[in-house]
């Protein structure tokens, strides 16, 4: 795999939605898994949502659970983020990571993953 590419990052209102992409370059294989973190200057990444690419069964932080939807392509080499009702504190930089294998890990733990994205950048005012 040579690397993950977000897109669909950009500037909404509060309660609007925005789509998130993430594709594996390079025709990779499918990957263990994929997920979502983001990160706001001076907090540590947190987990946003995750997707086991075999059996599409997928997990959320609490803080999306009911608002943020992950999906995955027919080929599992494209995963998504639909962020619906957003609000100021999903203002983050959002990276994408994929985990090649599953070595264990909690989902939600970043040592986890073998590959991770630039980031996209969401900002939701008031």
């Known amino acids: 795999q040579d690397g993950l590419i977000e897109n669909g990052g950009g500037s909404v209102q509060a309660g609007q939605s925005l789509r998130l992409s993430c594709q594996a370059s390079?025709?990779?294989?499918?990957?263990?898994?994929m997920s979502w973190f983001r990160r706001t200057p001076g907090k540590k990444r947190e987990a946003v949502a995750t997707i086991r690419s075999g059996t599409g069964n997928s997990f959320y932080a609490p803080s999306v659970k009911g608002r943020f939807t992950i999906s995955q392509d027919k080929s599992k080499t494209i995963v998504y983020l639909q962020m619906d009702n957003l609000n100021p504190g999903d203002t983050a930089m959002y990276f994408c990571?994929?985990?090649?294998?599953?070595?264990?890990?909690?989902?939600?733990?970043?040592?986890?993953?073998?590959?991770w994205g630039l980031g996209t950048q969401v900002t939701v005012t008031a």
């Open positions: 990571a994929a985990a090649l294998y599953d070595n264990g890990d909690p989902w939600y733990a970043e040592n986890g993953y073998d590959y």
């Open positions: 390079g025709g990779s294989s499918p990957n263990f898994a």
